[in-house]
Each structure stands twice: as structure tokens, then as C-alpha cells.
């Protein structure tokens, strides 16, 4: 019978007294079920998503370490005014990661083909040495693929397929995607390029706009050229996208998106109508780089609609043929149109200094950073 495995694991505390505390805590496994594997992780990427839960709406400029070298601690402020909204896990010790890759170590009795295979996983609890799931939530990477190939194979691919699936299943035939130079973003556009679908793509700099350059993209709107409205609505009007999956968030760029579909949509219209063109307009808010307010201003007829995005409930929604089909396609292009770039492998202990925390939690687009637990 297979002895239990004692590894670490980090986790993320909010305390009753305010504060936020990130440590290392060593975790045993019991064997796994018959329907379950234990998995020595080998690679897990920090996503924006997981910040969320890592750092909560802690106060980052009083960051401040403790601990040991190999069991560090990070703590820092969360202020009262955020504190409302944590009363859900005070002094709860939160295991952080949403996907990740590792070797089988041990499986149970209906999962033995699985042992000793490479495999991508998502489940939650990924930042650490071992993760015990059940074998469903995992998928064999693809012969000579690496655990870093495998690390982010379900948020960022999922997610980018959900955009264009829930593209077609709305009848839109073209979309537009901000923050456009993000491995979620070159995916994305892999994913059109090689099925055929127009995609406008934002992005707030030269240096962004030519990371698209290089992997093929059509149309490259810079945000932060004075013409960004006039070129916004000429990639819109010869796309014909009408609907926006946007990772910013707050301020005025979904309103900037929906006025470029107005006019867009009005350039061929016959007859004025005060209520606005006919042409129904999208855009999903799926991300948070700007945490402030989402300003409307209203000016672009009557037929739009502004929502919020998640991966979750969209596969909920789709049903499971959809999920299975999609999970298909990760792993047959996961070196390719699914691949991802990572700016540098850290280890757990690594996780919790205060200028790597800096770094990564920036959400820099083109930059990603992967944990390797082993390390």
C-alpha cells in the first residue's frame, strides 16, 4: 500500500486583525482513492486569476518578509475599507494555484494507467509540492512535452476558445480583444488565424503591438495613438465585430469599443434613427488590470449590452461535449497554438519575496511567471 507524502504547500491567510499572510505549510496526503492520483507538480503558472486569491485586496506597498529561507512568510496591510468584503475567509488558510503540471506519483485502482505519466491538471491548490485530485481533472500531455508545456493548459486556452465559441453560438462573425499581446491574447489570435476569424486587437503600446506583429495578426489598434478612435472604428467597420472581450475592466475603454461599433455600424446606414443603429453590440468585461469604475457613457444607441465573463460558468453552460472538444484541441496544439512564454521559473520559497511578488503582480503584458515547486 503506498505510504502517505508529506510536501509543502502555500497558502493565503486574511486575518481577523487585517492583514494578509502568505506562508509554507507542510501538508500530508493520505494514499489516493480508486478514483484519484497524487501528482508531484513540476510547473504551475501565477495568472491573474490566482492573484486574486494569493494577494487579496492587500495593500502591496507594505509587503514585508519573515519566516526562514526555506519556510518564508510574507505579510501585509489589507485596509479596513476592503475588509467588508473578506468576512467569507478571515483567518482561513487558503491553498492558491488553479492549474499546474506534474508526473504521477501514485494513482488509485482506477486510475493505474495514469502512474507515472506526465499530465496537466486544474482543481485549485496548485502551489505546491503534491496535489491530490481525482483523475478527471487530468489530462496525459502529448508525447515529449514538458511539465512547463503542460503548466498552463486549461485557464488561458479554455478561456480563449470560450471567446470564439461564444462568439459563433451569439451569431457575431468578428470580434475585438484588449490587452491583446498577453499569452491569453496570442492565443487567441492563433486561434483565429488558423480558423479563419477576424480579430481586432487593443493593445497600449509599440513594443506590444509588435509581439502581435510577429505571430501574424491583421489588426493592431494602438490605445494610446491620438488616432485610436478613428483606427478603432475602421478595423471594426471592415471586420464587422460586434462583440468585445475585454481584460481591463474599468475606465473608458469599453465605451471607446462600443462608440467604434456605432459608428461602425452606421457608416451604411439610409436613414437616421434616434434611437441608435440596430446593430446589436457586446463587450464582456473578463478582467480587472484597471480596478476602477466602468464608464458608460451611453452614447451608442439602445441595442448593446455590457457583462461580465467567466470560464466556469461558460463550460457550465456549454455542456460537456463542448468542454470535452475543447480540452481535445489544448492538448493536440498545446506546443503550438496553445504554447506559452514564460519571463522566469521561481520556486515556492521565491513566491514570497516581496520584489518577485512586485514583479509578477503587475500583470505586465508579455510577462508570466511560472512555479516550480520541486525547486
Known amino acids: 500500500m503506498a505510504e502517505p507524502l508529506t510536501g509543502l504547500e502555500l497558502r493565503s491567510t486574511i ?10 505549510e507542510p501538508v500530508t496526503l493520505d494514499p489516493p482513492g480508486a478514483d484519484e492520483v497524487i501528482v508531484q507538480v513540476e510547473a504551475t503558472p501565477i495568472n491573474p486569476s490566482d492573484l486574486g486569491l494569493l494577494l487579496g485586496p492587500a495593500d502591496r506597498t507594505t509587503l514585508e518578509a519573515g519566516g526562514t529561507a526555506d519556510r518564508p512568510t510574507l505579510t501585509a496591510a489589507v485596509p479596513q475599507a476592503r475588509m467588508g468584503a473578506m468576512k467569507p475567509r478571515l483567518d482561513q488558510s487558503m491553498p492558491v494555484g488553479n492549474e499546474g503540471a506534474g508526473t504521477v506519483v501514485q494513482a488509485g485502482a482506477n486510475a493505474q494507467a495514469l502512474l507515472g505519466k506526465r499530465v496537466g491538471m486544474i482543481g485549485g491548490g496548485m502551489y505546491a509540492q503534491y496535489r491530490k485530485l481525482s483523475a478527471r481533472d487530468c489530462i496525459p500531455l502529448p508525447e515529449g512535452a514538458t511539465a512547463a508545456d503542460g503548466a498552463s493548459m486549461f485557464v488561458n486556452p479554455l478561456t480563449a476558445l ?33 480558423d479563419g476569424v477576424p480579430l481586432v486587437n487593443i493593445v497600449r503600446s509599440d513594443a506590444q503591438a509588435a509581439i502581435l506583429r510577429e505571430i501574424g495578426a491583421e489588426y493592431i489598434i494602438d490605445s494610446s495613438r491620438p488616432d485610436f478612435r478613428t483606427t478603432l472604428t475602421d478595423a471594426i467597420a471592415e471586420t464587422g465585430a460586434t462583440i468585445a472581450f475585454d481584460a481591463i475592466g474599468g475606465g473608458k475603454l469599453a465605451n471607446a469599443i462600443l462608440h467604434a461599433m456605432e459608428a461602425a455600424a452606421s457608416r451604411n446606414a ?39 465573463f467567466l470560464l466556469t460558468p461558460f463550460l457550465m453552460k456549454a455542456g460537456a461535449e463542448v468542454g470535452a472538444r475543447m480540452r481535445a484541441r489544448v492538448a493536440a496544439e498545446l506546443t503550438t497554438t496553445f504554447a506559452s512564454n514564460y519571463t522566469q521559473t521561481i520556486s515556492l520559497a521565491d513566491a514570497l519575496k516581496p520584489e518577485i511578488v512586485a514583479a509578477y503582480a503587475k500583470m505586465a503584458t508579455g510577462e508570466k511567471y511560472l512555479i516550480d515547486p520541486s525547486r
Request: aromatic share 10%.
Open 15 to 24: 486575518t481577523n486583525d487585517a492583514r494578509l499572510l502568505l506562508a509554507l
Open 270 to 308: 439610409t436613414a437616421y434613427s434616434r434611437y441608435g443603429s440596430s446593430t446589436f453590440k457586446q463587450v464582456y468585461i473578463y478582467g480587472m488590470l484597471d480596478t476602477g469604475p466602468t464608464e458608460l457613457d451611453r452614447g451608442y444607441g439602445f441595442a448593446w449590452a455590457v457583462g461580465g
Open 162 to 194: 470560450a471567446f470564439v465559441e461564444t462568439m459563433r453560438s451569439e451569431g457575431h462573425t468578428a470580434l475585438v480583444h484588449t490587452a491583446a499581446a498577453s499569452n491569453l491574447g496570442q492565443m487567441l489570435n492563433r486561434i483565429c488565424i488558423k
